[in-house]
């Protein structure tokens, strides 16, 4: 799907994605988690407000941006979360 990114040069001197338009609502990325390169695109996987992860890749020949992925939260371990008491 692709979608209208907002960005910044990133200190490699490539555009990194700070927000994007989904749905008609602005994403700001709060992190970048990842990203690799494939031979015609750049890849982000970044991280919103409420802990979703997108996956975005970029063509830098063209500057278009497209939805690659979404992933929900990430799940809690077990160990980390709170107990309350019995």
Do not use: S
């Not at 695109?41 to 802990?51: A, I, K, L, N, P």
């Not at 939805?67 to 160990?79: I, M, N």
Request: one cysteine or more; aromatic letters at 10%; hydrophobic letters at 35%.
């Amino acid at each position: 799907m692709k979608i209208c990114v907002l960005t910044n040069p990133g200190a490699r001197g490539e555009q990194e994605p700070r927000a994007f338009q989904l749905g008609g609502r602005r994403v700001p990325v709060i992190a970048i988690l990842d990203r690799w390169e494939a031979p015609a695109h750049h890849y982000f996987q970044v991280r919103d407000y409420e802990g979703r992860r997108f996956v975005l890749k970029h063509d830098p020949q063209t500057g278009t941006w497209e939805l690659e992925a979404v992933y929900g939260k990430r799940a809690v371990h077990p160990k980390q979360a709170q107990r309350t008491p019995a």
